[in-house]
């Protein structure tokens, strides 16, 4: 069965240096996400990303966090200048089609920013 | 921002009972609703959904009842097993809309 992959599964960095989280999206699907979870809180929308720019963004999405489809299968989420309080898991998600569909989600990538 | 609310944090059933876990949400402008399962370590997966024309989806042992006049969704899973244990997330999005807005969780603990 297709599955949306994500590398690595848990990342460690120092506060302040730039992290890239990696995705591959499931193939045949055209709508990309990134949300987040902090450990006992719930799921964040991040971003989400269509013909490769930027659909919409939440208020967590500052100008630290961008995304990017650098080839035909990836789908990168970098944070420039980590801060602790980005320490979560970033899950990558994509869908087929955008609206009322189910969005895929990969296993997530586990960030601690020390 | 608490668009869409799960307000019961865990719910704990025996096998074989009815799980019933439920959602509220308050902006009107939603209109595709769905559930998703999480195991820990592990990214959610997609259990049921329902769009705001129905009333009711049904697949197998888990059923999605959706009352638009009240802004309520519940999940009903009969009978419950103990692989069920999860948490359970109630999602929105409104058509147009490239994001999902995800409820805070229940976790569901089914005993044997």
């Known amino acids: 069965e297709p599955e949306v992959t994500q590398t690595p599964s848990h990342q460690v960095t120092q506060m302040g240096q730039e992290v890239i989280l990696r995705c591959v999206p499931i193939?045949?699907?055209?709508?990309f996400y990134w949300y987040r979870q902090i450990l006992g809180q719930k799921v964040e929308f991040l971003v989400s990303?269509?013909?490769?720019?930027?659909?919409?963004k939440s208020e967590i999405f500052d100008d630290q966090f961008s995304v990017e489809r650098p080839d035909g299968s990836n789908f990168t989420l970098k944070i420039r200048s980590t801060k602790l309080e980005d320490s979560a898991m970033y899950f990558c998600?994509?869908?087929?089609?955008?609206?009322?569909?189910?969005?895929?989600f990969g296993q997530g990538t586990r960030l601690t920013v020390v | 921002d608490q668009q869409v609310k799960q307000n019961s944090p865990s719910l704990s059933v025996q096998e074989g009972r009815i799980s019933i876990l439920n959602c509220d949400y308050t902006?009107?402008?939603?209109?595709?609703f769905l559930w998703y399962k999480k195991y820990p370590a592990e990214g959610p997966t997609f259990l049921i959904s329902?769009?705001?024309?129905?009333d009711k989806n049904e697949d197998g042992r888990f059923t999605v009842f959706l009352n638009k006049s009240a802004k309520h969704l519940s999940l009903h899973i009969v009978p419950s097993q103990p692989g069920d244990s999860a948490v359970y997330f109630c999602?929105?999005?409104?058509?147009?809309?490239?994001?999902?807005?995800f409820g805070a969780g229940t976790r569901l603990f089914v005993k044997a």
């Open positions: 902006n009107s402008m939603f209109d595709y």
């Open positions: 193939s045949n699907h055209l709508y």
């Open positions: 990303f269509y013909n490769n720019e930027i659909s919409e």
């Open positions: 329902i769009s705001s024309i129905k």
């Open positions: 999602a929105a999005s409104g058509t147009g809309g490239f994001k999902t807005i």
């Open positions: 998600a994509s869908s087929a089609l955008w609206g009322n569909t189910e969005a895929f």
